[in-house]
């Protein structure tokens, strides 16, 4: 999705981050793809535009956004954190074979819950649900996966 300055401005005042350059073209390139990218992926997006941004500025700046709750860590299986700019409900496919992460929304997931007795006393604030395969690019390229 396309953000204005206008948007951007307005969800950064909503969770209280200042706006700069900067971080407005990280969270542009993190909001504009699906792809779940890495922080270096993200570093070399917004290098094309900002030849003077730094690696250490994507990463600060991805932390400063993860706790204002603008981003979102997706860490599922991979060595390395991927990021998410949708911060909405929903849940992820997970290619155990290219790695990929595809977004799944469905009313049915944001609907699970766990009983009482099941939860032991915990106060649950939210659940997220990933489903682990082989993605069909993988599954054709892979005579032996299950």
């Known amino acids: 999705m396309r953000l204005n300055h206008a948007e951007l401005l307005t969800r950064f005042r909503r969770h209280a981050v200042r706006l700069t350059r900067q971080r407005a073209a990280i969270y542009t390139a993190l909001a504009e793809t699906t792809s779940h990218p890495t922080a270096d992926d993200l570093y070399q997006t917004v290098k094309r535009q900002h030849p003077m941004m730094s690696r250490n500025t994507v990463y600060y700046t991805l932390g400063v956004l993860q706790q204002a709750g603008l981003v979102q860590e997706v860490n599922v299986g991979h060595e390395v954190a991927r990021f998410d700019g949708n911060v909405t409900v929903h849940h992820h496919l997970i290619c155990l074979g290219c790695r990929q ?11 699970l819950a766990v009983s009482n007795g099941q939860a032991r006393g915990f ?3 939210g659940h997220r649900v990933e489903f682990h395969g082989y993605c069909a690019g993988c599954q054709r390229g892979k005579l032996d996966v299950p």
């Open 101 to 111: 992460i595809v977004d799944v929304m469905d009313e049915g997931l944001n609907q």
């Open 123 to 125: 106060r649950i604030l």
